[in-house]
Every structure is written in C-alpha cells, then in structure tokens.
C-alpha cells in the first residue's frame, strides 16, 4: 500500500463516525499531513454543521504548516455554498499546496468543478487514490445522485427451514426469530439509515415502533405502505418519537409498480438511504423490481414447519458471519 492510499484509508476509516448524521449530505473523512506526520483530521459533522475538510484545518494547531502539507479527503471538495462555504475555497485561503482525493463528487453542484478551482489557484491535485473503495464507502450518496433514489437495503429473519413468520401466532407481537444480539445489530443498522419501511400488514401484526431502543442514535424516519389509509393513529408507528410518512392512493398510483415511485417519492425529500423490514409481499415486490441494493439476512435456530415463506431473490453474497446461534449473510444486487 502506498502513502497516499495508508492516508486515503484512515480518512475513510474516521469518515465512518458520521454514519447515521451526515445525511443527506456525504459523510467524509478528510487527514492533513505534514512531513509524513497527522497534524490534523475530521469527519464531516451532523447535517447542517461543518464539513470535513473544516473539522480537519480547524484541528490543526499550527496554521502555518498548512502551507507545507498535504490533504486527503475521500470526496471532491464542494465547490458551491449550500448550508456551509465551499470546502475548496477554505482549502485554497489557507494555501495548501497539495490535495489527494480518493473520488470525484458525482453532484451536479461539484463534478469536478471543486478539482478545476483547486488546480486554478495552483494547487496539485491527485484524484483516485483508493477510488473504488471510497465509491464504496459513499455509496448511499453516489446512489441517491446517480439513481436519483435512496440506496436500498432489504433485511429480514428467518427461521432454519426458509419460513420468516409462523402460519399463525396468538398475539400481535413479532415472533422472535434471531437472539438478542443480532436484534440489537438492526437497531444499530437503523441508526445509520436515514428511513425504515414496512407495509401495512407489518404494522397490523406486529404494532412495532420502527425505532431505536436497543442503541445509541436518531430514530429512522418511518415509511409505511397503506394503500387505502386503514391503520389508526392508536399505532405505534405514529407516536411523536420519528417522522411517518404514509405511501397511499393518495400519493401513489397503485395501478403501476410501487417501489419506483417510493424510490421517487423518498429522493423527492432528501432521503438518501432506506432499510426494508416489511413483510414477505413488500420485500418480494422490491426484489422483483430490481430495486435493491444491499440484502441483510438472518437465519436463526427456529423451526416453523409451515408459514410465510422467506423472500426468493438472487444476488452476490459478500460475507457471512455468526453471531452466536444466528447466522448473518450479506448480499449486493448483482
């Protein structure tokens, strides 16, 4: 591994601290370098608050070594003034010579303009270092630019014979399929998501909160597929904890395919990221759509013998881990 790629990873490494807080806004991870020494580092901050490369300028003590150093940063520095001032204008006042950046910013407001000011203003400038692994890392935001939709993630449970719901179950409450541990794991996805999406089946059997209780972070916004408006306000998805947003006749033709319009109607309100935990019918629909991008499935211990049937789907699995009596596997749409 080279310098250039060492640094490029530490800023994708520390980038990872905005996950879950950056939306819609990238999360990247930027490391100022001097004489082969940090001087200093940051990640971009909640919404609203500083970028990356501000939090990295700002944490070095001696201003004057900027002069002399290199910047790293996994993303092309904005160019434009949105809720903060261009990171490349920043950049260029505090006469950085040198600029490594993993990939460019597919952004209409950047895409490559943020790299012309930075070489006009006589800075040298390295571009794709790392590159794959940092589209990778900024996945969610190339999705929602490029696809002009949020990055999707499909998650269910289910039991050792391929069954994700017993065929009947005597109360409304969820069956518990995985252990305690890989539950905790899904509120901690749903921390770093920006909305979760159940149908209304899902609501109607489970009353569940689509929340985070079992971890540290902002709620996810809910989004709920309920055709003809049946559910009551008694539910626990509209309590005052998140954001609901229902998908209805009243803003979806039901006549066509469902989840583009989602895909549209999420995009519509800067909604970069979505994890699916709804039922067999919703997770089937975006699977036979093709639009997915991330499937996270659970197999517990559990035996069911007959029931709903898990989602049928095919795609590339990139890891598979246990997680004490549940086993994890993760998949990418092919």
């Known amino acids: 591994m080279t310098t250039s790629e060492t640094y490029i990873k530490r800023c994708i490494t520390i980038a990872k601290n905005g996950l879950g807080t950056t939306a819609p806004n990238p999360m990247v991870g930027c490391v100022i370098v ?40 996994t993303l092309e520095p904005c160019s434009h003034f949105g809720k903060t001032p261009p990171c490349s204008n920043l950049i260029i006042e505090h006469r950085i010579p040198n600029v490594v950046i993993g990939t460019m910013d597919d952004n209409t407001q950047v895409a490559g303009q943020g790299i012309a000011k930075l070489k006009a203003a006589g800075c040298h400038v390295t571009v794709g270092v790392l590159e794959q692994a940092c589209k990778m890392h900024h996945k969610r935001f190339f999705t929602f630019h490029n696809k002009k939709r949020p990055y999707i993630i499909l998650k269910w449970a289910e039991s050792k014979d391929g069954f994700i719901a017993p065929k009947s179950k005597t109360k409304k409450a969820p069956v518990w399929i995985t252990n305690r541990y890989s539950r905790q794991l899904v509120h901690k996805w749903r921390a770093e998501e920006q909305a979760i999406l159940v149908g209304t089946h899902t609501v109607l059997e489970d009353n569940p909160s689509l929340t985070v209780r079992d971890w540290t972070g902002l709620h996810p916004i809910r989004v709920v597929i309920d055709r003809t408006q049946k559910l009551s306000k008694d539910h626990s998805i509209f309590n005052l904890e998140s954001e609901t947003i229902i998908i209805s006749e009243d803003n979806t033709d039901f006549n066509k395919s469902i989840p583009p319009q989602i895909g549209t109607i999420l995009h519509s309100k800067a909604i970069n990221s979505v994890i699916i935990e709804g039922g067999a019918q919703t997770l089937q629909s975006f699977i036979d759509s093709n639009l997915w991008d991330e499937a996270r499935v659970f197999t517990g211990t559990i035996h069911f013998s007959e029931g709903v049937k898990a989602p049928h789907f095919s795609g590339h699995l990139i890891s598979e881990e246990h997680i004490m009596t549940d086993t994890l596997k993760i998949y990418v749409n092919n």
């Not at 940051?42 to 490369?53: C, D, K, L, P, R």
């Open 34 to 73: 001097h004489e082969n020494q940090i001087i200093g580092e940051g990640f971009t901050s909640a919404y609203g608050g500083a970028h990356a490369e501000v939090n990295a300028i700002n944490s070095v003590k001696d201003k004057n070594l900027l002069q002399k150093a290199t910047l790293y940063v």
